[in-house]
């Protein structure tokens, strides 16, 4: 049986080798009848499969299967009703370095609300200056800022009215002193004596001073100009008028002010007015200078609120001696209404996610507690907690942010 197969087996694979040597002259005769650029590319190809196949085989050949030991853990989760996140992190021990616990007690924390607002010249400490006679602005002495004295003069005025005062009062004086020589003539120096002291008055109504009417009588000849002089120190926040500017009785010319008496102007929400009484402090913070504080006592109360802004305004007095403050500041203020209890824990224990925040508690060796809780800031660094957690907690005052990704992991 050997015998027989193995001639047949011969030409087999006799005819086979003929095939394949026919095709790979074939295949010879295909390859140089292409282009030698051609030729080359085909070389690179076939060259670069070759290194392919190659790094296969020895990337499968030293290839080992690591066995990876996957730890699991049982953590179980449960939400309630409040929506108080609880976890059980079983075989896990949170770092001590990393997350801090403290219990959680009730303190007396005062209740504040925030009054957005700014700083203004106090009015009351103000002097507006309007035209006591109609006439032209010759000069003006005191412009935007310059500090003024009570007698300074800040404006020179011409005027027609204050001249004729002038003389009347100088026709007067002049009668006065020639009666006086005359002992005979009494009842007409007292009549004079009059008529002098309501002329006198007259130029005091304009805004001549004592001063510049004894100086009127012993020169005996009137000013050309009436000089218009502040009442009070400070200096000129507002001027209304320019050289040469033709006034009436009764027109504004100068907004005076004390630098140093100022007011803060603050902006109550409407639903929080009936908290706010005269006499309530204040603690107010100024972008300008973030380190400074002062404390200030609410003075005026708006009677009505305001139809467009729908805030209440509250005013307090600022002492501003050193002069730093500059009136339309910004100023932020925490007004305070009251006293309540919290819990008062660190900014680090609280997480705040949109308009909820989250404190956690620890219930167990390792299952823990996230709450949703409510309260306000007191002073950028704690959080004042007055509903959600329970006093005595093991509230986690470090680390919250940290416990949160494991409980976000779960949820």
């Known amino acids: 049986m050997k015998q027989y197969f193995n001639p047949i087996l011969t030409q087999y694979l006799s005819r086979k080798l003929t095939a394949l040597s026919i095709k790979s002259r074939h295949v010879l005769d295909y390859y140089w009848q292409l282009s030698p650029g051609s030729r080359y590319r085909l070389r690179l190809a076939a060259f670069a499969f070759g290194i392919l196949v190659v790094g296969f085989t020895v990337g499968r050949i030293t290839t080992v299967n690591h066995a990876v030991k996957i730890e699991a853990q049982d953590r ?89 005062a002038q003389q009347e009062f100088l026709l007067s004086h002049r009668t006065v002193k020639i009666l006086g020589e005359n002992n005979s003539l009494t009842n007409l120096l007292a009549d004079a004596k009059i008529t002098q002291e309501a002329a006198a008055n007259r130029l005091r109504n304009l805004g001549f001073s004592d001063g510049d009417i004894l100086a009127l009588e012993r020169s005996g000849k009137p000013q050309p100009n009436l000089n218009i002089r502040s009442t009070i120190p400070g200096v000129v926040v507002k001027r209304n008028v320019e050289p040469g500017a033709v006034i009436s009785h009764g027109d504004p010319l100068m907004f005076m002010a004390d630098p140093k008496a100022l007011w803060f102007a603050g902006n109550i929400f409407e639903q929080d007015a009936r908290n706010i009484e005269r006499g309530q402090t204040m603690k107010i913070h100024f972008e300008a200078f973030p380190e400074l504080e002062i404390i200030a006592k609410v003075n005026y109360i708006a009677p009505t609120v305001d139809a467009q802004t729908r805030g209440l305004l509250i005013r307090a007095d600022i002492d501003n001696r050193d002069g730093s403050l500059r009136p339309d500041m910004y100023a932020n203020a925490k007004l305070q209404i009251g006293s309540s209890q919290a819990i008062v824990v660190p900014q680090t224990a609280i997480v705040r996610d949109k308009d909820l925040r989250y404190a956690f508690i620890r219930t167990g060796p390792e299952s823990y507690r996230r709450l949703v809780v409510k309260g306000y800031d007191l002073d950028g660094k704690r959080y004042a907690i007055t509903e959600g957690a329970e006093p005595n907690a093991n509230i986690l005052i470090q680390g919250a942010v940290l416990l949160n990704e494991r409980f976000t992991k779960q949820e």
Not at 86 to 98: D, K, T, Y
Not at 153 to 160: A, D, I, K, M, T
């Open 76 to 164: 179980k989760i449960a939400v309630d009703q409040t929506g108080a996140m609880s976890l059980n992190l079983l075989g896990v021990v949170l770092n001590p370095e990393i997350y801090r616990f403290e219990k959680a007690k009730l303190q007396a924390v005062p209740q504040e609300i925030k009054v957005p607002g700014r700083l203004v010249f106090n009015a009351e400490k103000g002097k507006l200056l309007s035209a006591r006679v109609a006439g032209r602005v010759e000069r003006i002495y005191a412009f935007e800022g310059a500090p003024v004295q009570p007698g300074t003069p800040v404006l020179e005025l011409y005027s027609p009215e204050f001249n004729s």
